[in-house]
């Protein structure tokens, strides 16, 4: 039997999955690596790591008919490699947030406005196009060594086929890409002058990048939130994945580029041909849960803690959280916010806080929503994946804030899925991703909203929102 293979090389190893014409997984393999913070606020890897890991998880998935192979990771960070095609120095990650003045200066240099028109997106510390000015200012010799610039996967792509090339979805992260018209931007290129020759050739998700030296094609792939978009069938408009990672993610596809005026959400090209996607992304939304556990209740283990929220009403009397540990992107672009709790009274207990928590996410969560509906998309229903989403008082808390229905699915590895169902398009398995999802893709269970719950969510959502605006001119 012939097998898809998904590559996801992520910020703490690769996940390498085998799955048939049908969908099944049929192997799993995962090889971990460091994370190197050599001053504070940096976030760097050695990207022959990442090459290492993929050997080694290729090795043990253990497969040894192929039809094709799909690519996935994490976005964002710059490899800079030399005229030998070797590599400069470590690459910057995504999380990296040494590039607040390089950001100031993008959006200087080509205008806010400009900007968000063009790229769907303003100027982030953790997207490609500030690490190159932040190299460019900071360390020139490195800088003046560049002959071409590569994203994670596309690192681990070069050593798989030898190409220099990347997916639409994953070039819509670097901040130099014209999203609407699928192509390098030469007007941003121009105005942060970045040489066209350095970045590489942009396909579409599903296209052959190049071929392995044992003739495996080798898709271009997608950036890992696009790839999970479509390891859970959010491919159209209709069906939004809400990802209850470390982080929090709605993302919905549109049939159409249409930015956002005011950036609060990221608009990039999807992994389909012909269609794009909006995406709120909250910085803390399963993190926040690992912050309480690991601060507060060490001793506990996650299921009593959600046993002790279940005792409680839904808005726990008028306790609310505020989950901005880390700052927030959607809809408040602020690196400085702060979370609380607030409405605390001498009723409120461990479970109280722990409910406090939950429903927090889950407004987070509505916030992205409510963007991401303003640009145009319209989702019906929402797939759940992450760590989060296997909790079931989480995913109807979650589905009654947001008034949307939930679905799990039946497999949870969703970017390496995605990745997958790639690969098997470029080696012939689907004609396309329609094809692939129609074949693989298969909920597990659906939580529609308590009706009970939603005006409870109505109310304390709006002392949600009250909060930010009111604890952000506090010194």
Not at 78 to 98: F, H, K, M, S, Y
Not at 146 to 171: F, N, Q, T
Not at 315 to 341: I, K, M, N, Q, S
Not at 367 to 385: I, K, M, T, W, Y
Request: aromatic letters at 6%; glycine letters at 10%; a negative charge.
């Amino acid at each position: 039997m012939s097998a898809a293979v998904g590559l996801d090389v992520g910020t703490s190893g690769v996940k390498a999955l085998a799955v048939s014409e049908t969908g099944e997984v049929l192997a799993r393999a995962e090889v971990g690596y460091g994370l190197s913070t050599p001053r504070p606020g940096w976030a760097e890897q050695d990207p022959d790591d990442w090459r290492e890991a993929t050997e080694q998880a290729l090795e043990a998935l253990g497969v040894r008919k192929i039809a094709g192979i799909g690519l996935s990771g994490q976005m964002h960070g710059l490899v800079a490699l030399d005229a030998t095609g070797e590599v400069i120095r470590p690459a910057i990650l995504w999380n990296d947030q040494r590039t607040a003045a390089e950001c100031r200066e993008i959006e200087e240099r080509v205008g806010f406005e400009r900007l968000v028109e063009l790229t769907g997106n303003r100027a982030l510390t953790g997207f490609t196009a500030p690490k190159l000015l932040w190299l460019r200012n900071h360390e020139p010799e490195s800088y003046a060594r560049i002959d071409s610039v590569l994203l994670p996967k596309d690192y681990v792509r070069r050593w798989l086929c030898g190409e220099h090339a990347i997916d639409v979805a994953d070039a819509s992260g670097t901040l130099l890409f014209d999203v609407a018209r699928r192509r390098w931007s030469d007007e941003v290129l121009d105005a942060l002058e970045i040489p066209r020759e350095w970045l590489p050739r942009v396909l579409e998700s599903h296209e052959v990048s190049g071929r392995t030296s044992d003739g495996v094609p080798v898709a271009a792939g997608a950036g890992d939130q696009a790839a999970g978009a479509l390891g859970v069938g959010a491919i159209a408009p209709g069906p939004a994945s809400v990802v209850l990672g470390t982080s929090g993610v709605v993302f919905s596809a549109l049939d159409a580029y249409r930015a956002d005026p005011k950036a609060r959400v990221h608009v990039f090209c999807h992994a389909v041909p012909g269609r794009w996607h909006a995406m709120g992304v909250m910085l803390s939304a399963a993190g926040s849960l690992q912050w309480f556990h690991d601060r507060l209740a060490p001793d506990a283990d996650y299921a009593a803690l959600f046993a002790e929220a279940e005792r409680w009403e839904p808005g726990a009397e008028g306790l609310t959280f505020l989950p901005y540990l880390a700052g927030e992107r959607t809809p408040h672009a602020d690196p400085d916010a702060r979370g609380a709790f607030a409405g605390l009274t001498l009723r409120h207990d461990r479970g109280a806080l722990t409910r406090a928590v939950l429903e927090g996410v889950a407004f987070g969560l509505r916030d992205c929503l409510d963007v991401v509906r303003e640009v145009g998309a319209a989702p019906e229903v929402g797939r759940a994946s992450g760590g989060g989403a296997r909790s079931e008082l989480w995913l109807r808390i979650v589905a009654s804030a947001l008034e949307l229905p939930m679905e799990r699915l039946a497999v949870e590895e969703d970017a390496a899925y995605g990745a997958a169902l790639l690969g098997g398009i470029a080696g012939g398995l689907w004609r396309d991703a329609e094809e692939a999802v129609s074949a693989c893709v298969r909920p597990r269970g659906r939580v529609d909203p308590e009706p009970r719950w939603v005006g409870a969510y109505r109310e304390q959502g709006e002392r949600f929102r009250a909060l930010y605006p009111a604890l952000h001119d506090i010194p």
